[in-house]
């Protein structure tokens, strides 16, 4: 370090480095800070000024670890001991350092190395860390064997691919309504999660998810009212293989810049936080996603994450990696390990062997671990006599949809066991099954003979089905069994659905229809819709699907593709405009702000006195020699060497400036 540090050969300015980089070290510097390049700066001049501008440099020094910013501080004060301790780690001093010449954030000058102007301004004296220790915290572990992660973690993500599947597939028949801030309310939300069988701030994570990935989004449904629905990519992703949809939500969950974990709390004003609102944007949070994971990749295979010390020594090597990203980076941390978890991204608080695929970016060989890992799809179930059905394995999507419109799941493990019921039976007719269509599936999904106690249950459940029919009165109920009336009009629990006899086989109720059908079949009753005419209005229930929004159909890769493009568009930008700069007279005029701007940046860098043509309050132009030492929101720090005194000049005032 000494070496690099002492006076000797450099260049004036930053600006000048950067005119004298190649194509690819400015590219580099391009991706590592994206805001340097949009719009694309007119030439190398414009370039370094930006980069030093205290917002951006803020920005870039956020992304240094706990060692970078010591050496920063170094550059930056010149302490002697600090300097001394970082010399006696030379080659992590010489990683570092290259990293920050090719951010810009440090710059070789004549009198050796300096930090960028607007770097003094956003790291404060006494602000950067003064320990010198160039390795993060150690990360204590348990022992466990990579085959049991790895079918603990299989295990959750078929879970959360079935999970995720079946929120959707709820959505598509009954569209979540939107709030108008077009999140999710509290109601919706619980529903969803006792559906889904999952606690709230999971259905709000899965919900987050399909979001991300495209899977769902508002429109309008029947009544013209924003809801929450698929997309019309849902029916594309539900017909591939599982290992293939768990990396459509893997990845998604990866880039998301929101936070679920907050969902179900209270903001600032005492209000519950709703999922899917503008307000969960986290941009911090995907970057300490990747870097739990990326600790979690670095333990040795057959060791996990200590179950009681793992997640707080998590937190402190998250400290030495972003030292400057310290607010509620604890549970940012928590967040994302119990996500991961429940995603199956590990398993056990270990990575699996397709987790750390995926995170290495290979994700063709994380989707072949994984499918190696689950079991194949079954296409048939074992009808028992006890009314039940056993799926030996996880059964073909579009067949388990089509089950669970007549069974209700019971249980899950290695065997799926799903129950019938007359509720459930009436399910499959409400959806608009007949009963000969719910024997014939049953006869072809099943292995086993279909038991007698079964067929009856379907035979009986359609023969009471529609023995009351409602119709608008608000409503009105009839059957042909005055008998069944007459039970529902004592009903203990019907006295709220205001119903009244006017016939022996008729009845009415002030109840709307929408609310009176659910109640009814609360209280026992198999009801059906009547039409004006008198025919039974039973539907299947309409798939709704939501346009995916375009800025999500060219997907995530052909941004990445165009991202990758760009930077060569801008550092061929960058270079014409140098060329122009350099060919062109000495300018017969006022400065632009820009021009001026890039001028007092490297007399800043250079440490140099300049003179300054100035227009004051009073309209009065005269030239002043000046010292100038930073920029601030428009306005030149710089000391007036006629009184010796440090002032502010605005930049916007400025008409020329000269080398002395």
């Known amino acids: 370090m000494s070496g690099q540090m002492e006076a ?18 400015m590219g580099r510097l391009l991706h590592a800070r994206p805001d340097l390049a949009s719009p694309a700066p007119q030439d190398s001049a414009q370039l370094a000024a930006r980069a030093s501008t205290r917002a951006s440099v803020s920005r870039a020094l956020d992304g240094l670890t706990h060692f970078e910013l010591a050496l920063v501080g170094a550059v930056m004060t010149s302490q002697p001991v600090l300097r001394t301790s970082l010399e006696a780690r030379g080659e992590a001093v010489s990683a570092a350092l290259s990293l920050l010449l090719e951010r810009a954030l440090v710059w070789s000058s004549s009198a050796g190395l300096r930090v960028a102007s607007g770097v003094s301004e956003a790291l404060a004296p006494g602000s950067f860390p003064t320990s010198t220790s160039p390795e993060p915290p150690g990360l204590p572990t348990s022992a466990r064997s990579s085959q049991l992660v790895d079918r603990a973690a299989a295990g959750a993500a078929f879970e959360a691919v079935r999970r995720l599947e079946l929120l959707l597939d709820t959505w598509g028949t009954r569209p979540a309504t939107a709030l108008r801030t077009g999140g999710l309310g509290v109601r ?53 293989p599982t290992a293939e949809r768990w990396l459509v939500m893997a990845r998604a969950w990866l880039d998301l810049e929101r936070a679920p974990g907050l969902v179900g709390g209270r903001d600032s004003a005492g209000k519950p936080v709703n999922a899917l609102v503008a307000e969960l944007v986290s941009p911090d949070l995907a970057e300490t996603r990747r870097m739990v994971l990326a600790s979690l990749a670095e333990l040795p295979a ?17 400290g030495w990696l972003r030292p400057r990203r310290s607010r509620a980076r604890e549970s940012q941390v928590l967040w994302a390990v119990t996500e991961a978890g429940f995603l199956g991204v590990t398993g056990l608080d270990g990575l699996s062997t397709y987790g750390r695929r995926l995170v290495a970016g290979e994700t063709e060989g994380a989707t072949a671990v994984l499918a190696e890992l689950l079991p194949a799809p079954v296409d048939h179930v074992l009808l028992q006599a006890d009314l039940t059905a056993v799926a030996p394995g996880p059964l073909e999507p579009t067949l388990a949809r089509q089950l669970a419109l007549v069974a209700e799941v019971e249980s899950r493990g290695g065997a799926t066991v799903y129950r019938f019921t007359t509720a459930s039976v009436r399910g499959g007719l409400d959806a608009g099954w007949t009963a000969a269509e719910i024997h014939a599936f049953l006869a072809t999904v099943s292995r086993t003979p279909v038991p007698q106690p079964l067929t009856y249950l379907v035979d009986d459940t359609a023969r009471t089905y529609g023995s009351i029919r409602v119709g608008h009165a608000e409503a009105f109920l009839r059957a042909d069994d005055e008998h069944a009336l007459a039970e529902l009009m004592h009903h203990p629990k019907a006295s709220t659905l205001g119903l009244r006899r006017i016939a022996p086989t008729v009845l009415i109720s002030t109840t709307p229809i929408d609310i009176l059908l659910p109640r009814l079949r609360e209280l026992g009753a198999a009801p059906v819709v009547e039409a004006a005419d008198g025919s039974v209005h039973i539907a299947r229930p309409d798939a709704h699907r939501a346009r995916l929004p375009r800025s999500r159909r060219s997907g995530a890769a052909v941004a990445v593709a165009r991202e990758a493009a760009r930077v060569p568009g801008v550092v061929a930008a960058i270079r014409a405009g140098d060329a122009a700069a350099a060919s062109r007279p000495r300018r017969d005029g006022p400065l632009s702000p820009a021009d001026a701007l890039a001028e007092l940046r490297d007399a800043i860098d250079s440490a140099q006195s300049v003179v300054l043509t100035y227009v004051d309050n009073h309209g009065t132009l005269s030239d002043r020699v000046v010292a100038p030492r930073a920029i601030r929101e428009g306005q030149l720090l710089a000391e007036d060497q006629r009184s010796a005194e440090d002032r502010m000049f605005a930049i916007h005032r400025i008409r020329d400036v000269r080398a002395l």
């Open 302 to 318: 057959g060791e996990v994450l200590a179950a009681t010390t793992g997640v707080p020594a998590l937190v402190a090597r998250l």
């Open 188 to 240: 919706e939300l619980k529903a969803l999660a006792a559906r889904v069988q999952v606690d709230e701030q999971q259905a709000a994570l899965l919900a987050e998810v399909a979001v991300a990935a495209g899977l769902a989004a508002t429109a309008a449904d029947e009544d013209g009212n924003p809801s929450w629905m698929p997309t019309d990519a849902f029916d594309a992703w539900s017909a591939r």
């Open 8 to 25: 000797g050969e450099g260049f004036r300015s930053l600006a000048d480095q950067l005119r004298s980089w190649d194509d690819e070290q």
